[in-house]
């Protein structure tokens, strides 16, 4: 039986979404922030980054530390590594290659003396207690094997009044039909995930470990645009496996590359129908 953190190691392995994401100009997998200002992927997807920083509150002039759980290819932090020299900033993933990479970017952005990049696992780090003034996870949290530990690690690592901002996408309660349940799962084995987290049991695990102050912002409509995308790229590679679907979506096929990139369609679907919500949820220790 293939493990969660194995199936996401394979998944970002040979993924072919950094091809159509344009991963080679911006360094990142995640979704844009679209507003007034922003409407290019490029522009809105290095926004989202700026949106982050915004969201931890803390003041670029100072020696702070903050790390990010789940930092994929690392552009994230090389992007804020430029603007803020004095932070230093610490990346992780389990994924090798993308470490690798991370560590490569910051060479040729010169900001290895202020950005460092780690195999590590984010649910049980390496790191000292209080290690970090900040915390931010971009679309990592659903690939936790267990959200409590990844809470509990969380605010572990966090110094005394220290932030986590969580952005990713949250399941909602929602009943779906019958079709729309095979699409939900076919997502999800898609991108590797076993179950999106809810962002009331979310909010709940981070009250269990004692964070404070935790509000939620759903901010769906600014990444919208970025789920058209998806749609548009997943198209012509659903209609390619539309039969398998209808059979059968729940088996994780790893022999399937036109599996993999037709779930962007569904994922598109699964926002319409109010499946899934994408929120920014922040605390503090």
């Known amino acids: 039986m293939v493990s969660s953190e194995e199936k996401v190691v394979w998944y970002y392995e040979q993924s072919k979404m950094k091809e159509w994401w344009k991963a080679n100009q911006t360094h ?15 522009d809105a997807i290095l926004h989202m980054n700026d949106v982050v920083w915004g969201m931890l509150g803390l003041d670029g002039t100072k020696p702070l530390r903050i ?3 789940g930092c994929g290819v ?4 090389v992007y804020l590594g430029k603007k803020y020299p004095p932070v230093t900033f610490t990346g992780i993933s389990i994924v090798p290659s993308e470490v690798q990479f991370a560590k490569e970017l910051a060479i040729e952005n010169k900001v290895t003396r202020n950005a460092r990049f780690l195999v590590n696992n984010f649910c049980d780090t390496e790191f000292s207690e209080a290690s970090f003034d900040g915390v931010i ?18 605010y572990r690592v966090l110094r005394p009044g220290g932030r986590l901002v969580v ?6 309660r929602k009943r779906l039909s ?17 179950d999106l987290v809810s962002i009331d049991d ?17 901010i769906s409509s600014h990444i919208a645009a970025s789920q058209l995308r998806g749609v548009v790229v997943g198209l012509p590679f659903f209609f390619s496996i539309l039969v398998k679907s209808i059979v059968s979506l729940n088996r994780y096929k790893r022999s399937d590359d036109n599996f993999y990139m037709g ?13 899934t919500k994408y929120f920014a949820v922040i605390a503090n220790k």
């Open 28 to 42: 990142a997998y995640h979704f844009g922030y679209y507003e007034k200002g922003f409407r290019s992927h490029f």
């Open 67 to 69: 790390l990010d759980a």
């Open 74 to 77: 690392g552009g994230t932090l």
């Open 137 to 154: 996870a971009l679309e990592s949290l659903n690939y936790a094997r267990d959200t409590r530990k990844f809470f509990k690690e969380m």
């Open 167 to 172: 952005l990713d996408g949250f399941r909602s």
């Open 178 to 194: 019958p079709m729309m349940q095979k699409a939900y799962h076919h997502w999800l084995s898609g991108r590797a995930i076993d």
């Open 202 to 218: 979310c909010v709940q695990s981070m009250a269990e470990q004692k964070f404070q102050q935790i509000t939620t912002r759903d």
């Open 263 to 275: 779930v962007s369609f569904c994922g598109g679907l699964l926002a319409v129908s109010g499946r």
